[in-house]
């Protein structure tokens, strides 16, 4: 990296590419990029000192083409005029995974794998390392709410990454310690079918040197890496981390006693509601036991864990009025995230907005969407957020909605909804999805904050 003084960034808005932007700007580099869309995000890497625009403009990407290192992500067009311009000028273009690789190499790689839970088990992975005083310096797939950010730094040798399956993006990691949450049929556009997703996870595991910890029952063993293996569950006695003793307060927080192959951290109180949680906290302390840490910084730091953004997060909380926002967008997730808010909020009316991600994952599981979704009261459907794709013909939203069972269930337009929620009564809301749909957190909270 000694050869760059600027990093430039086409992309730069993305979760992933937005914690480099700001691991590279820490580092004293001139970092700018471009983005299609302004966000929050955005938002706060321009307060912090990067520039970023929103138009495609080749003509705004630094001239010194031998001092700039352009980073992107696979979700950028290749006809982008930019993308063009750095292809055709012999600029050094490398992909966000490539990058990772790079900053991790040579320290105590710490990655959370899978095809859902990665994003919350990573951040409470990077807070229990932060809130015992180890330290690590941290790449996160959401906003971490005890810290404001997807980046952590730190002169700790442990680096927390979130080893994304995306484009096969995680086998530029070779991880010291890792957990694989889930491999679950996804992203099809890219691996065709669930044999090339299982094989991709077992390749990843093949590239870690310590210790692999697989949720219970996924098919990784010892045939698939030279690294020891173990499993976790949130209650199975048989896996090698795993819960005694779980319960719920009456506002859904769980206590437990977690139970590893060293004895047991009793009285384990989670920082965040739902069951969910539980097995999360025990996949992140399976990694911090495997660090070395100390079981008792362990328990506490549990404790004092805040959540992610958009990961069952809570935006109004009272009896008869409660707000959550989540990410989820696979119908494993909206399943088990529709599963833990029956356990933070019994028998009240859950009324869930979602909206899909992508013409092909709406494709693909439709069925099991229309399964997770038919667990709520009530359904507001929306039209389909395609990020980066185009329309497929045949393919909306009805393919999921003529099959939910719920209850009660409606489809809307993105543009209706606020409308059509100021007279919908309402006892627990949950917005789910991956898109666009973020944008109406504060509208709603505000709106049902007048309510009380």
Not at 35 to 48: F, R, V, W
Not at 371 to 381: F, N, Q
Not at 382 to 394: H, N, V
């Amino acid at each position: 990296m000694a050869d760059y003084s600027h990093i430039y960034l086409i992309g730069i808005g993305g979760i992933g590419m937005s914690a480099i932007a700001r691991y590279y700007r820490f580092k004293g580099y001139e970092v700018s990029g471009y983005d299609k869309t302004p966000s929050d995000l955005t938002a706060e890497l321009q307060k912090e000192g990067i520039s970023i625009h929103f138009e495609d403009r080749p003509d705004l990407i630094p001239e010194d083409v031998g001092g700039t290192l352009v980073i992107y992500t696979p979700a950028i067009p290749e006809s982008l005029g930019e993308m063009v311009k750095v292809r055709e000028n012999g600029y050094k273009l490398l992909k966000r995974s490539r990058i990772l690789g790079e900053i991790t190499r040579g320290k105590r790689c710490l990655a959370v794998a899978g095809t859902h839970g990665k994003t919350t088990t990573s951040t409470l992975t990077a807070h229990i390392l932060t809130d015992s005083g180890v330290g690590c310096t941290a790449f996160l797939g959401g906003i971490s709410k005890n810290y404001g950010t997807n980046l952590l730094m730190s002169h700790s040798d442990a680096v927390v990454a979130e080893a994304d399956e995306f484009d096969r993006s995680f086998l530029q990691l070779y991880p010291e310690v890792a957990v694989i949450t889930a491999i679950d049929a996804d992203h099809l556009d890219i691996y065709g079918d669930i044999s090339h997703v299982r094989q991709a996870f077992k390749d990843f595991a093949s590239q870690v040197s310590g210790r692999v910890i697989a949720k219970y029952g996924i098919d990784i063993n010892a045939e698939d890496t030279g690294a020891e293996v173990l499993t976790y569950h949130l209650d199975n006695p048989e896996a090698d981390f795993h819960s005694e003793n779980a319960s719920p307060d009456n506002l859904g927080y769980f206590s437990f006693d977690l139970v590893y192959p060293g004895g047991v951290i009793r009285d384990v109180k989670c920082g965040v509601p739902g069951w969910v949680n539980v097995e999360n906290s025990i996949a992140a302390a399976a990694i911090c036991l495997s660090y070395g840490l100390e079981p008792e910084a362990i328990r506490k730091a549990i404790g004092t864990f805040s959540g992610v953004r958009r990961r069952l997060d809570l935006h109004l909380n009272t009896p008869g009025l409660s707000y959550i926002d989540d990410y989820a967008h696979h119908p494993k997730e909206l399943a088990t995230a529709i599963s833990s808010m029956r356990d933070i909020f019994p028998g009240r009316k859950i009324t869930a907005v979602f909206q899909p991600h992508l013409y092909t994952r709406t494709r693909d599981f439709a069925e099991g969407f229309a399964e997770a979704l038919s667990g709520v009261d009530k359904l507001i459907l929306l039209d389909i957020y395609p990020a980066r794709e185009e329309p497929i013909p045949g393919v909306d939203s009805g393919i999921i909605f003529d099959k939910v069972t719920a209850p009660e269930k409606v489809m809307l337009r993105r543009e209706e909804l606020m409308e059509y929620l100021e007279t919908e009564p309402l006892d627990v809301l949950v917005t789910f999805g991956a898109g666009n749909i973020d944008r109406f957190v504060e509208p709603i909270t505000k709106m049902l904050e007048a309510r009380l």
